[in-house]
């Protein structure tokens, strides 16, 4: 089963670690880093709903789930 993806445009991220708090399976803030990345995609339901959840609460929309279309093209475009 495929599961949404999920990338952060790191020049709008702030830093503010809601993301880290909500998915802390799948987002981090890398020690001497000021945005927050993807280190794991989401497995399974319960991982995928809190990306989701942290993609909601993201106060600056930097967060971005990608449809699984949409990230098959993004992987297979060049
Ligand atoms: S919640 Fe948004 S702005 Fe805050 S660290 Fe995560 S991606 Fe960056």
Redesign the pocket.
Known sequence: MTHTRFE?TET?????????KRAPEN?R?PPGRS??TVVKQPEGAAETEACHE?AD????G??HALEPEAATKTAVSR
């Open positions: 952060v709008d991220c702030v830093g503010c670690g809601l993301c880290e987002l803030i945005a927050a942290a609460y993201c106060p600056m930097a967060l």
